[in-house]
């Protein structure tokens, strides 16, 4: 007898998608009007709605990706159209709805650079990169900082296999990712209190985790602008700050990268920035999250629920920051 155990991400049965939704949703596909899907063989397939801003269309015909099933979720998706309207990207303005403004973001041609402690340096177009990696789909929960959540549908490679493309030394023990720097492109990086470029970083040990992915796409199709074109970082259990939009140079270094927000205000937002909802931000509770599309209230979990997957990278690790 086969008993399958609920991974530890997953919400409560009570929570997932009705099965006739389901299956309404999955016949839209074939209407005139197909503003939504779900899983298919290949992969879900999302129609553009109505002012979601572009993307990068070179590698259109890689998605839908094949659906990974060790990385779904027991909870509904976050419609695209809360998820796509509803973003932090500072390079294109402070407020949530970036979505015109990143529309200026040029993602065509777009290279990306890999040096530092690797055994040889080297740039890569993004076109020629993404055909090297086989893409998959994986849904994950995003929780921001501020509060609110989403699940969503990434399309990408594991961060692990850039790095075995790279060839790290052994004395690389963290990856730094910057995006790009362009004021004529993204007036945002005019401001010169902000310290750019947007830079992250993780360790060598957290860009080999199994979750930690780079996105190439969202909802079946290539990223659009907003969500951080043509490449992503996407790390679960991290507050979504972590998770650095359009890297354009990836670095791997010997010393622990400065990090865009810890450089703006260290007491807020440290190096680690893993959930925990017994750690509150400095001016709000992490308690619970703010669900978008429903505005409900959920309890936040340990690691945003993947406590199983990245706990024991921690270890040895207890007088660090690691919730901050």
């Known amino acids: 007898m086969h008993i399958r155990s609920k991974r530890s991400w997953e919400l409560p049965e009570r929570a997932a998608t009705p099965e006739a939704v389901f299956l309404d949703r ?59 309207d509803y973003n932090n990207f500072y390079e294109y303005g402070t407020n949530k709805t970036v979505t015109p403004g990143s529309n200026a973001l040029k993602v065509q041609p777009w290279t990306i650079k890999v040096d530092g402690l690797v055994e040889k340096p080297f740039e890569i177009g993004f076109e020629d990169l993404v055909r090297k990696m086989p893409l998959e789909e994986r849904l994950y929960r995003h929780r921001c900082v501020e509060a609110w959540a989403m699940a969503v549908p990434w399309t990408g490679f594991p961060l692990a296999a850039l790095v075995a493309l790279a060839k790290p030394t052994g004395d690389a023990k963290y990856v730094r990712m910057q995006t790009f720097l362009d004021k004529g492109m993204a007036p945002g990086q005019r401001q010169f209190f902000y310290p750019w470029p947007y830079t992250e970083g993780l360790t060598l040990a957290e860009a080999g985790n199994e979750l930690a992915f780079l996105a190439t796409g969202v909802y079946g199709k290539p990223l659009l602008n907003q969500f951080g074109a043509p490449l992503r970082l996407a790390v679960p259990w991290k507050y979504g700050f972590k998770s650095v939009k359009s890297i354009n140079r990836i670095t791997f270094t010997a010393e622990r990268p400065k990090t865009f927000w810890e450089g703006l205000q260290a007491s807020e937002y440290g190096f680690w920035a893993n959930v925990n909802p017994a750690v509150p931000h400095p001016r709000w509770s992490q308690a619970s999250e703010r669900v978008l599309g429903t505005d409900q209230r959920v309890p936040t979990l340990l690691y945003n629920g993947y406590a199983e997957q990245v706990a024991g990278l921690y270890k040895g690790l207890e007088k660090e920051r690691l919730f901050a």
């Open 26 to 84: 999955r016949t839209l596909l074939g209407g005139a009007l197909g503003l939504a899907a779900a899983a298919l063989p290949g992969g879900p397939a999302f129609a553009a709605l109505p002012g979601e801003g572009t993307g990068a269309t070179g590698t259109a015909d890689l998605y839908p990706a094949r659906r990974n099933e060790a990385y779904t979720l027991d909870r509904p998706l976050t419609e695209q159209r809360y998820s796509a």
